[in-house]
């Protein structure tokens, strides 16, 4: 596909080659929405180009799903869109929650309630909630959201988090196998064993943290 966010080609598969998809150095919820958009097309082509391919063969069930897929995106679309309003425009929100939670830069040390602490940073479906707040009492105060959230630095969704976390498991357990168990004495590449002999799936703590030492170094 063309690069359409910014002025470079795709040259790699890997998730992490993103500089084609974006201008700046990190992607706006506009060029979020052209790529989602771009995706919807390029589906919708690709299942009318299915409908004859080269060697007979039925996909209708394929083709109806890829349409579908196809739709969802557009909604995407459309909810990007609206939300790229509020927070890389000057969309009114509320400045608080209903019932006075703040969020934003107002919201640094306070204390947790019972749905959980003053969000700096806000969700998408809050974002939604606070804009449609500002719109059902449009005299309460109201704040844009770049000004309310002031200066965030490093910011990266917790989906990132988790998946850096999942990448360190699997890379941990892969250089735990690839070394020696000092307790048991198991081989490089085999499972740690029990005192009686058996095999098993949790290795021994000391190999774990000689793994994990490798791996720091």
């Not at 996909?59 to 309003?85: C, F, N, P």
């Not at 844009?144 to 630095?153: D, S």
């Not at 196998?177 to 085999?190: D, N, S």
Request: proline content about 7%; overall charge negative; some cysteine.
């Amino acid at each position: 596909m063309p690069a359409m966010g910014g002025e470079q080609q795709q040259v790699s598969t890997d998730p992490a080659a993103t500089a084609h998809l974006r201008a700046g150095e990190r992607i706006t919820m506009e060029e979020i929405a052209v790529q989602l958009s771009a995706l919807a097309v390029w589906l919708r082509q690709l299942a009318r180009a299915a409908e004859t391919p080269a060697v007979p063969v039925e996909m209708a069930d394929w083709i109806g799903s890829w349409q579908r897929t196809a739709k969802d995106l557009d909604h995407y679309v459309e909810q990007v869109g609206a939300v790229a309003e509020a927070v890389e425009g000057e969309a009114p929100l509320a400045s608080v929650f209903l019932g006075g939670k703040p969020w934003g830069v107002e919201a640094a040390g306070q204390p947790r309630d019972e749905f959980g602490p003053a969000p700096v940073v806000l969700t998408v479906n809050q974002v939604w909630h606070l804009r449609h707040q500002a719109q059902m009492y449009p005299d309460q105060p109201t704040v844009t959201y770049r000004e309310h959230i002031g200066p965030v630095a490093g910011f990266e969704s917790k989906h990132a988090a988790e998946r850096r976390a999942a990448e360190h498991a699997k890379a941990l357990r892969e250089a735990t196998l690839a070394t020696a168990c000092p307790r048991c004495q198991a081989a490089p590449g085999t499972s740690c064993r029990t005192n009686t002999g058996r095999l098993s799936e949790v290795f021994h703590k000391p190999r774990t943290a000689a793994a994990e030492e490798a791996i720091g170094q």
